[in-house]
C-alpha cells in the first residue's frame, strides 16, 4: 500500500465551479500536511501547510485534515482557469516529504 | 535570490554514459532531496541529505549516487544510464522540518536515455 494515494484525475471543472482535491494517508504518525501546486514544466510550489487536524484557509483556497479518517483535502473556491494545474498532496516524514501522485484540473473558461 | 537552480534543463543520454545533474540552493537550507517524476507515479524521492557530509537513501535510489561537501550544492550521479531513468528530476531544499518548513524546489531536469 502507498503512503499517500491520490486520485490522478483529470478533473474538468467550469470556472467559478467549487473543487474537492482529495488525498488517503497510511501513517497515523503524520502530523504535518501540504498541498503544492505545479503548473505544467515547472517546478512543485507549496500552496498550503496543515499542522494536524483542522481547517486552514487562504483566500480562495481550504485545506482540510481528518487525521481520525487519514483523510486530506483541498478545497478552491470560485475556480478560474489560472487554477489550471497539477495538485500534489504531501505529507512530512521523517526528514522527508511524501507525495501522492498529483491530480490533474482542468478549469474550462 | 536564486532559489534552487538545477542544470541542466534537458539532457539527452545514451544507455551506459553517466552524467551528474547539478543542484545549488542560495538560502542556507540543511535539507536537500531529488526526486523523480513520471506519469501516474507522482514525485518519488531518490536521495537526501540532511546536512553536509549527510546523505540517505529515499525510494528508489538504485543506479544513483550523491554526496554532499557543502550546504550549498547537491549533486545526482547517475552510474550508467538506462532507458528506466527517463524522466523528469527534481532538487528541493527546505530549512528543516516540521511547522512551517516549507521544500522549495527547483525547476527540473528533463532527462531522455536512448
Known amino acids: 500500500q502507498k503512503e499517500v494515494e491520490q486520485d490522478p484525475g483529470p478533473l474538468s471543472v467550469p470556472e467559478g465551479a467549487i473543487v474537492s482535491l482529495n488525498c488517503t494517508y497510511s501513517n497515523s504518525a503524520f502530523q504535518y500536511f501540504m498541498w503544492y501546486r505545479q503548473y505544467s514544466r515547472k517546478g512543485p510550489e507549496l500552496l498550503m501547510y496543515t499542522y494536524s487536524s483542522g481547517n486552514k484557509e487562504d483566500g480562495r483556497f481550504t485545506a482540510q485534515v481528518d487525521k481520525s479518517s487519514k483523510y486530506i483535502s483541498l478545497f478552491i473556491r470560485d475556480s478560474q482557469p489560472s487554477d489550471s494545474a497539477t495538485y500534489l498532496c504531501?505529507?512530512?516524514?521523517?526528514?522527508?516529504?511524501?507525495f501522492g501522485t498529483g491530480t490533474r484540473l482542468k478549469v474550462l473558461a | 535570490n536564486a532559489g534552487v537552480t538545477q542544470t541542466p534543463k534537458f539532457q539527452v543520454l545514451k544507455t551506459g554514459q553517466s552524467m551528474t545533474l547539478q543542484c545549488a540552493q542560495d538560502?542556507?537550507?540543511?535539507?536537500m532531496s531529488w526526486y523523480r517524476q513520471d506519469p501516474g507515479m507522482g514525485l518519488r524521492l531518490i536521495h537526501y541529505s540532511v546536512g553536509a557530509g549527510i546523505t540517505d537513501q529515499g525510494e528508489v535510489p538504485n543506479g544513483y549516487n550523491v554526496s554532499r561537501s557543502t550546504t550549498e550544492d547537491f549533486p545526482l550521479r547517475l552510474l550508467s544510464a538506462a532507458p528506466s531513468q527517463t524522466s523528469v528530476y527534481f532538487c528541493?531544499?527546505?530549512?528543516?522540518?516540521?511547522?512551517?518548513?516549507?521544500?522549495?524546489f527547483g525547476q527540473g531536469t528533463r532527462l531522455t536515455v536512448v
Open positions: 538560502m542556507n537550507h540543511e535539507y
Open positions: 528541493a531544499s527546505s530549512y528543516g522540518t516540521g511547522e512551517n518548513t516549507e521544500a522549495f
Open positions: 504531501a505529507v512530512e516524514g521523517t526528514y522527508k516529504y511524501i
